[in-house]
């Protein structure tokens, strides 16, 4: 069973860029959620993603978009990028809604210069 | 709003010791969902256990157990006889069934560095 993947593994962009992380969840797994986690803090929600349709958003601006593709992988957008949004971008899958457990990727390390 | 407090920052014990983790949450809901997540150095966080709000019965894996307690909205995590190799940091979560984040959305805490000294 191949777990969550991400990609790439780092990345730097400068402010005022777009960038995009790609995700594929684990086999079985319908739901897709991304999370920010900043240096020395928890993970915060973003939003997540359930056959293909936005189903849950976070405390995020519209700046942060995403898609979710009918094989269930997804892909985080940022726009216009600034300096606070370097962080660690994780990606989680779960099989599906209502409290399951979700899995966590190896995330994407995003620094912003 | 849901929230989630871990307020030991850092732990520091010597193997073999055991060693408690506390989580305290706040939601509204009555039908939420309970997590424990651990992060090593190499960054992925690691799933390892999940709660419903009504199941309070106390679970054990191994080195590892968990004591939820709703009169005290505590969701506390015992390692016995710890190891080096549990070092990690360690992040309590909360999801709840009808939150304005959606069904999934975890809140996660700042969560607590366990360091185990050999």
């Known amino acids: 069973e191949t777990g969550v993947t991400q990609s790439p593994t780092h990345l730097i962009k400068t402010r005022g860029q777009q960038v995009t992380l790609r995700c594929s969840s684990q086999s079985g797994h319908n739901t897709v959620s991304w999370y920010q986690q900043a240096l020395g803090q928890g993970p915060q929600f973003i939003f997540q993603y359930y056959r293909e349709e936005e189903n849950g958003r976070g405390n995020f601006p519209p700046r942060f978009s995403g898609l979710q593709f009918p094989n269930y992988s997804s892909e985080l957008n940022v726009n216009a990028l600034e300096l606070d949004d370097s962080a660690l971008y994780l990606c989680?899958?779960?099989?599906?809604?209502?409290?399951?457990?979700?899995?966590f990727g190896p995330g994407t390390r995003l620094t912003v210069t | 709003a849901q929230k989630v407090t871990q307020a030991q920052t850092e732990i520091s014990v010597v193997e073999k010791e055991d060693v408690t983790l506390d989580c305290v949450y706040e939601t509204r809901d009555t039908t939420y969902y309970l997590f424990w997540y651990k992060q090593p150095p190499s960054g992925e966080l690691v799933f390892l256990i999940r709660r419903n709000s009504f199941d309070e019965q106390n679970e054990i894996s191994g080195r590892y157990s968990w004591n939820f307690q709703k009169s005290t909205s505590s969701f506390n995590f015992t390692i016995t006889a710890s190891q080096v190799v549990d070092s990690a940091v360690y992040f309590c979560?909360?999801?709840?069934?009808?939150?304005?984040?959606?069904?999934?959305?975890?809140?996660f805490g700042k969560g607590t560095h366990l360091i185990i000294q050999p």
């Open positions: 979560a909360l999801s709840e069934l009808w939150g304005y984040q959606g069904a999934d959305g975890l809140t």
């Open positions: 989680a899958s779960s099989p599906g809604q209502g409290g399951y457990e979700q899995y």
